[in-house]
């Protein structure tokens, strides 16, 4: 079967530096990505990683491990707009076609 | 940001009314999706098509049905609503051709079946 788990919910100061883990167990591995997820909105591409290692875009920066089965999304200098949920997914190759399964999501509040 | 809407936005049915969402690009992408997304699930997939008149089941396909008859359109039909199938329903396009293949998301329909 195909399982991603992500923790629940998350706190964070203003400022501060978060990191979001997620670790999958899917066959066929073809890449994960990262989506944000503000409250009743639609989910925002972030990131992308297909090999081991650190990809930086600005403030956030994602990691992977392909043989651990684990990535995490690096969130620093924490702005109150970055509450939102934060969507882990894995790319598998199935039935011809590469299609996304998601974790259930980490949803982060920022305090100031 | 990708061009995509869906129609309605909000939607309150009863129980065994067909209902249809729709969704449009105007991007051209050749892949389309249907998710289905509720607390503690994530995202889900439902159906997806690949193409004009080429669509396949997701993990979650039971009770829906799609058709795609122009690359810019996939109708999403709930045959009979039920009250499981309330939820929010989000729409994606991806272009196999394009960058990292991500997906971009429509803005949602929400569902509600008494």
């Known amino acids: 079967g195909q399982n991603i788990d992500q923790p629940t919910e998350m706190t964070a100061t203003e400022g501060a530096i978060v990191q979001i883990n997620c670790t999958y167990q899917?066959?066929?591995?073809?890449?994960l990505f990262w989506y944000q997820q503000h409250a009743g909105e639609a989910p925002t591409f972030l990131s992308y990683?297909?090999?081991?290692g650190l990809e930086e875009k600005g403030r956030f920066s994602s990691f992977l491990s392909r043989s651990k089965g684990y990535s995490y999304l690096l969130l620093k200098e924490l702005q109150m707009k970055d509450s939102a949920s934060y969507l882990c997914?894995?790319?598998?190759?199935?039935?011809?076609?590469?299609?996304?399964?998601f974790g259930a999501g980490t949803r982060l509040a920022v305090h100031p | 940001d990708a061009g995509i809407t869906q129609s309605p936005r909000h939607k309150v049915t009863e129980t065994g009314t067909p209902v249809t969402l729709r969704c449009h690009q105007t991007?051209?992408?050749?892949?389309m999706y249907w998710y289905r997304q509720d607390p503690g699930h994530g995202l889900r997939l439902i159906h997806y098509?690949?193409?004009?008149?080429?669509?396949d089941k997701g993990e979650v396909s039971d009770g829906y049905s799609v058709s795609r008859s122009k690359t810019e359109d996939f109708l999403l039909t709930l045959e009979s609503a039920t009250s499981s199938q309330t939820s929010v329903y989000f729409c994606?396009?991806?272009?196999?051709?394009?960058?990292?293949?991500?997906?971009?998301f429509g803005p949602g329909t929400r569902l509600t079946v008494l």
């Open positions: 994606a396009i991806s272009d196999p051709a394009g960058g990292y293949n991500e997906q971009f």
């Open positions: 899917t066959s066929g591995f073809n890449g």
């Open positions: 990683n297909v090999l081991d």
């Open positions: 997914a894995v790319r598998v190759f199935s039935g011809g076609y590469n299609k996304l399964i």
């Open positions: 991007e051209n992408h050749r892949y």
């Open positions: 098509s690949y193409g004009v008149k080429d669509t």
